[in-house]
C-alpha cells in the first residue's frame, strides 16, 4: 500500500437514518470533500449534503438555444439569401413554418450535447477508471449498506482522525480506498485490445440484429403491414385500361355530390353576358379577394395586376389587368377566365371555391379603380 497513493477513507452503516445522522457531523465537523453512496435514492440526502443546485441544467439550456438558433439562422439562410423561392404567392421568410424544425432541433441539441457534456467532461470519459470500482465498499453500498467516502484532499483530513471519527458515528466497517496502479498509468482502460475487440464485435452484432429485425423480420409473413395490396399506385401503368394508365379521369358527365356542373364550360361570350357577381363588395369580401389574389394570381399578374410576374423567366408574363378590355370586361368574364383559365393560365376552380372566384373579381375591380380612377373618385 506504500506506493499507492491514498484516495479516500470510506465507511459503511447498516441503517438510513443513522447515514443522515453522520453526513451531519462531518458537515458540522468541516469536511468539504466527501460523498454518500447508497443502494437506492434517499429521500433528503441531498439536502443533508448541503448540495448545491446542478449546473447541468445550464448546459442543457445553453445547447438548446444554440440549436434552435442555428435551425432558425440556417432556413433563413437557405430561403431568403441562397435559395429564395416564391410558392403560391408565399413570403420567403415563413416563421411559424420554422417553428416545427426549430423545435426539434432544440430538443436534440439539448439531449445529445447534455450527455457528450457528462460522459466528456464530467466523467472526463474514455478514463472509464475510478479507485472506488471493484472495492469491497462499493460492492456493499450497492446491495444493502449505506456509505459515506471522505477523499485525502479534503484540507482537513488525517488519515487515523478520520478513521476515529468514523468509529465513533457508529460505522460497521471503516476501508481505505487506494488510487489502483492501472489509474496511475496514462493509457485508459478504455484503449485496451480486449476492450476494443468487445466493442467492435459487439457492435457488428448489434447492427447485424437490427438489419435483420427491421429490414427482414418486420416484413416475414403475416407481418407485410399492408406493403402488397391489390391497388394501384399513382402514376403507376396498368393493364387493366388500353390506354395503360392506372390513374383515371372522372367518368364523363358526373357531378360530385354537393357540387353543380359549371354550366358555362367554353362558353366564355354566354358566362360575360349571364353570370352577375352574387357577393356585395364589403370590407370582408375584399378582404378575401385580396388574400385569394396574392396566393394565387399576384406570382404571375404582380401584386398590383401590372403583369409583372415574379416568376420571371419561368412563365410568359401575362397581360396588365389595367387594359380598356379587362376594364370593360364584365364579372362574369372574368369569373370565367379564373375558371377555366385562358391560354396558358391555368383554370383555380379546383384550388378556390366560387365565392372565393368572385371575391378575387371584386378585388381586381378594386385595382382598376385604383389606377384608373373616376371623376366621382376624385371629389
Known amino acids: 500500500m506504500e506506493n499507492k497513493p491514498l484516495y479516500s477513507v ?22 468539504k470533500n466527501y460523498d454518500v453512496h447508497t443502494p437506492y435514492p434517499v429521500h433528503g440526502l441531498p439536502h443533508a449534503m448541503r448540495l448545491k443546485s446542478s449546473k447541468l441544467g445550464w448546459v442543457t439550456l445553453i445547447f438548446g438555444f444554440s440549436g434552435a438558433l442555428f435551425a432558425f439562422l440556417f432556413m433563413y439562410w ?103 496502479i492501472d489509474e496511475l498509468k496514462d493509457k485508459p482502460k478504455i484503449f485496451d485490445k480486449k476492450f476494443i475487440s468487445f466493442l467492435a464485435l459487439t457492435s457488428i452484432v448489434v447492427s447485424a440484429i437490427t438489419y ?31 390506354d395503360g394508365f392506372g390513374m383515371r379521369n372522372p367518368v364523363e358527365g358526373t357531378v360530385a355530390r354537393g357540387y353543380l356542373p359549371y354550366p358555362f364550360k367554353g362558353k366564355p361570350a354566354d358566362a360575360e353576358m349571364k ?30 395586376g ?35 383559365g385562358q391560354n396558358v393560365m391555368p383554370g383555380y376552380a379546383s384550388q378556390l371555391t366560387t365565392d372565393e372566384r368572385w371575391a378575387i373579381v371584386h378585388y381586381i375591380r378594386v385595382l382598376q379603380r385604383s389606377v384608373n380612377p373616376k371623376e366621382s373618385d376624385l371629389r
Open 10 to 31: 470510506a465507511a459503511t452503516f447498516n441503517d438510513v437514518n443513522k447515514t443522515l445522522a453522520a453526513v451531519q457531523k462531518i458537515n458540522e465537523a468541516g469536511y
Open 306 to 340: 401590372f403583369g409583372d410576374s415574379r416568376l420571371r423567366g419561368q412563365f410568359p408574363n401575362p397581360p396588365t389587368l389595367h387594359s380598356d378590355r379587362l376594364r370593360n370586361m364584365k364579372d362574369g368574364g372574368l369569373f370565367h377566365i379564373i375558371t377555366e
Open 78 to 180: 437557405v430561403n431568403v439569401i441562397d435559395y429564395p423561392l416564391i410558392v403560391g404567392g408565399k413570403p420567403f421568410y415563413q416563421l411559424p413554418a420554422y417553428i416545427p424544425v426549430m423545435f426539434e432541433v432544440t430538443v436534440l441539441s439539448a439531449a445529445v450535447f447534455t450527455v457528450v457534456w457528462m460522459l466528456f467532461i464530467i466523467f472526463k470519459f474514455p478514463n472509464n477508471s475510478h479507485p472506488l470500482i471493484d472495492t469491497e465498499y462499493m460492492k456493499r453500498v450497492s446491495v444493502d449498506r449505506f456509505g459515506i467516502s471522505i477523499q485525502a484532499n479534503d484540507d482537513l483530513f488525517e488519515l487515523n482522525k478520520v478513521k476515529e471519527f468514523f468509529k465513533n458515528l457508529g460505522a460497521e466497517e471503516v476501508f481505505e480506498i487506494y488510487y489502483k
Open 212 to 242: 435483420f429485425v427491421l429490414n427482414q423480420l418486420l416484413f416475414m409473413s403475416p407481418f407485410n403491414w399492408m406493403h402488397e395490396q391489390f391497388r394501384l399506385n399513382p402514376q403507376k401503368a396498368t393493364t387493366v385500361f388500353k
Open 275 to 304: 353570370l352577375v357577381n352574387p357577393l356585395i363588395p364589403t370590407k370582408q369580401v375584399l378582404e378575401l379577394g385580396k388574400e385569394k389574389y396574392l396566393t394565387f394570381c399576384s406570382p404571375c399578374h404582380g401584386n398590383f
